[in-house]
């Protein structure tokens, strides 16, 4: 049966019905926006008809916006997690009285997300992170820190209370402790339930201890109490709060900061709400609407935003500009974070071949050194290195010359040798500023000696990193920070993948962009923000209109080196669908296979990712750069770098004579820092365009951003 409430008149009535359905009922209600959302966020919900749907692990939950109401769901999740979608989405349309296709988007979020799959709605899945954030913000704007508990697992979660975005966030997902399982075998033990066990620990008389979290250990503590004559109360009371000292530890690893909020299925549990209370000191905010809700509301409020960002796609001819200034905020923000901490020691690495994994598991602040530099700055590194070495060399030493405030915050440099100019740059750090240390890469990576010996400069790093923060780098940690940092990667090209369209959903810029949020946001936050990314790009529909497709490829292009981007995106409206360089997708590119050896497969990771051009044999990085422009089906290469490169500029010839075996025109580029020679690069880029609009002879569009339409030109 299905039971109705529009008047919500009784919030507790909604908690009251929802426990209902978890014992197996169904419910639907019907809710007014002001009712349960935070005023000052009421008016930022569209007209757009959206759903979000949550499937979880115990229960699964919908949420419909609709003409200024929003309607919820609930049922058990069953075995084909598809057919309970459309079983909430009959109740809702049922509720609503809509059909399916008055709905505008559908975001799937949850455990069982990926099995959700709607052919005629547009529909996309994110997180469950991502959307308990939303939807806890919708619920209580000054939300800054959820304490989110399901059926199998516990997450602490950051909030911007700005925007509702997830900063960052911690999850307990290698066993059941703290989690609705545990809990629930626990009031079986008790001879109890999940919805008796929660009350009956608010009886307790007296603080006592259950040491274990483990579900297994658990049955025999339990019993163990119960035979000395413990009562349920008590027992229930100290699950409780063994669960609680479980969650709360995970929200040390975040800023713990008011409001706090408590999501998730385990949100109705009182038992759990006071317990959590206790341990943090503080209390915890209690919207109008029952959390269990909290995800599906957050992807129907992302839901609205995609369908209007998929309706102002449709109807702009022109090329979606994506406005990334929050991703370059949150970029800018860890770095004002990292010089201000205090907390921890500070590193800075000179080269990609530098394993950030063994940096998050060291538990360091760190980011990647290589800010273009002024021409000012870049004359105070000439003062110590050679004039024929690179602008880049020169304005790494510079930065530490003119006190840049990120340089001066480090404790110690680091970099993985390859360039001998690099080399050299370590050196002068170490001898001038600051400690620096530098490690060997094989030139040849293919032979079992050179892994060996790359596996011990490995040992010989973390050994370094261990001296520096006085703390051993346990294994276990490292894996999680190689899983982790792999998730990222292959998040990072997932989203480059997106450029393979003929409509490209973000230029070359936005891309570096991301790229360099990798390199300067802390590891643990970035996943939901890559996620959220990849879903809002992949919404762009696609056309068959073809354009110029152009890679870029050489040398290093330094944060803030953004010259030949403008002038190819901005100024003549070209795609820059994907790099052959050291900050763009090149070292995105790689995959690391696990074993029980985290040492040797990072040495193994990192001799196999695209070489630099000093590795040996130089074939395999011309190689990798010919199977990247045929990928990415490119009509032409620009070969850039740095004078004075060691490593690119002497082999430019070999590069640009094998795009010409593929049939693929190419244009050297040299130049420095300087800016004085724009106008020159700016004609030679024209002139060269212009031939390849003629040779490529088919109708071409040039998205010319800084006119906001597209140029349709012809041979």
Do not use: W
């Not at 339930?193 to 259950?210: A, N, Q, W, Y």
């Not at 074993?595 to 000093?614: E, I, M, S």
């Amino acid at each position: 049966m299905t039971k109705e409430n529009t008047s919500m008149s009784s919030h507790t009535g909604l908690k009251s019905t929802t426990e209902m359905d978890m014992r197996g009922t169904d419910v639907t209600m019907t809710i007014p926006f002001e009712d349960v959302i935070d005023p000052k966020l009421v008016g930022e919900l569209t007209g757009v008809t959206a759903m979000g749907v949550d499937i979880g692990s115990r229960n699964a939950k919908a949420v419909l916006l609709h003409q200024g109401k929003l309607h919820t769901a609930v049922l058990p999740t069953g075995i084909n997690m598809q057919e309970t979608a459309g079983e909430l989405l009959e109740e809702l349309f049922a509720t609503a009285k809509i059909k399916l296709e008055d709905i505008g988007f559908i975001v799937g979020t949850g455990y069982g997300r990926v099995s959700l799959k709607f052919t005629t709605v547009p529909c996309e899945i994110l997180t469950e992170i991502t959307c308990h954030a939303m939807g806890a913000h919708y619920l209580n704007a000054g939300t800054r820190t959820i304490v989110d508990i399901g059926g199998q697992d516990a997450k602490a979660i950051q909030v911007d209370p700005e925007t509702g975005k997830v900063v960052k966030f911690r999850m307990n997902d290698k066993c059941a402790a703290g989690t609705g399982r545990f809990l629930e075998k626990a009031a079986i033990l008790l001879d109890l339930d999940m919805f008796t066990v929660g009350p009956e620990s608010l009886k307790s008389t007296k603080d006592l201890e259950v040491s274990s979290q483990c579900v297994v250990f658990a049955e025999s503590e339990v019993i163990s109490h119960r035979a000395k004559g413990e009562t349920e109360a008590d027992i229930s009371a100290g699950i409780h709060m063994a669960s609680a000292k479980r969650v709360t530890g995970l929200l040390r690893a975040i800023p713990l900061e008011s409001d706090i909020v408590f999501t998730g299925g385990v949100s109705n549990n009182v038992g759990m709400k006071h317990a959590l209370e206790r341990m943090l000191g503080q209390s915890i905010v209690v919207p109008r609407l029952d959390m269990v809700f909290a995800g599906a509301l957050g992807a129907a409020v992302y839901a609205q935003r995609m369908a209007i960002e998929a309706r102002r796609a449709k109807s702009n001819d022109d090329k979606v500009k994506f406005d990334l200034s929050e991703l370059t905020r949150r970029i800018d923000d860890s770095e004002l974070s990292l010089i201000a901490r205090k907390d921890v020691k500070k590193v800075g690495y000179l080269c990609t071949y530098t394993p950030p994994e063994l940096l998050t598991a060291a538990g360091v602040g760190f980011g990647r050194i290589d800010k273009c530099g002024s021409p000012e700055v870049v004359n105070q590194g000439e003062v110590i290195t050679k004039s024929v070495f690179c602008d880049m060399s020169k304005s790494v030493i510079g930065h530490f010359m003119t006190k840049d405030p990120l340089h001066e915050a480090l404790d110690q440099v680091v970099t993985f040798y390859t360039c001998d100019t690099m080399r050299a740059t370590s050196n002068a750090i170490d001898n001038y500023f600051k400690p620096s240390h530098g490690y060997v890469v094989p030139r040849t990576g293919d032979k079992p000696s050179a892994r060996a010996f790359f596996r011990e400069e490995m040992l010989n790093f973390k050994g370094d990193l261990e001296k520096l923060t006085g703390n051993k780098i346990d294994d276990d940690k490292l894996r999680e920070s190689i899983k982790l940092h792999k998730k990222l990667r292959q998040m990072v090209h997932k989203i480059s993948d997106l450029r393979k369209r003929n409509r490209p959903p973000l230029s070359g810029s936005d891309f570096l962009e991301i790229t360099r949020a990798y390199r300067t946001i802390p590891a643990e936050e970035q996943l939901p923000v890559l996620e959220e990314l990849y879903t809002r790009l992949s919404a762009v529909p696609d056309d068959d209109v073809p354009r110029l497709r152009l890679m870029i490829a050489g040398g290093i292009m330094a944060d803030g080196d953004r010259r030949m981007m403008d002038l190819l995106e901005k100024d003549m409206g070209i795609n820059i669908v994907v790099e052959d360089h050291c900050t763009g997708l090149s070292p995105f590119y790689y995959d690391l296979v696990e074993t029980d050896d985290p040492y040797r497969d990072l040495a193994n990771a990192y001799l196999d990712q695209a070489p630099c051009a000093r590795q040996a044999p130089l074939s395999k990085r011309i190689d990798f750069s010919g199977m990247l422009a045929q990928e990415y089906k490119v009509d032409a290469v620009i070969y850039y770098f740095l004078k004075f490169c060691p490593s690119f500029s002497q082999t430019k010839s070999l590069f640009t004579r094998r795009y010409s075996e593929l049939q693929i025109p190419a244009l050297e580029i040299d130049t420095d820092f300087s800016q004085g020679d724009t106008g020159q690069i700016k004609t030679r880029l024209e002139a060269f365009i212009e031939v390849l609009k003629e040779t490529k002879g088919a109708k071409t569009v040039v998205s010319t951003e800084s006119k906001g339409e597209e140029t349709l030109c012809t041979a």
